[in-house]
Nanobody, 125 residues
């Protein structure tokens, strides 16, 4: 499966952005999907994940209550709605697909086999 992330940009603190991750090739409904982010000088960190059916979602503490992950399997697309953005949210955001993830493995990038190219999110103060 190939993943294409989009929707990043420059936004003021308190603003919102919606990231999209379009999948091609094998249908994305076969995969759990996750979003990770990498800030300058830091490693890639888990942000959110959603199971194949879309019925269960998981979030990093830093974004809980502000970000919402969702998926439209009919359109092979996963979304990350980001609200009340903070300067600390500035990073390159990556979507990823995991074909064999169980819940405990959703939080580590090592378990994801397919990655999008990343989209830059910059939040100004």
């Amino acid at each position: 499966v190939q993943l294409q992330a989009s929707g990043g940009g420059l936004v003021q603190a308190g603003g919102s952005l919606r990231l999209s991750c379009a999948a091609s090739g094998r249908t994305s409904s076969s995969y759990a999907m996750g979003w990770f982010r990498q800030a300058p000088g830091k490693g890639r960190m888990f942000v959110a994940a959603i199971r194949r059916s879309g019925g269960h979602t998981y979030y990093a503490d830093a974004v809980k209550g502000r970000f919402t992950i969702s998926r439209d399997n009919a359109k092979n697309t996963v979304f990350l709605q980001m609200s009340n953005l903070k300067p600390d949210d500035t990073a390159v955001y990556y979507c990823a697909a995991c074909p064999r993830c169980i819940v405990s493995s959703l939080f580590s990038e090592d378990n994801y086999e397919h990655w999008g190219q990343g989209t830059q999110v910059t939040v100004s103060s």
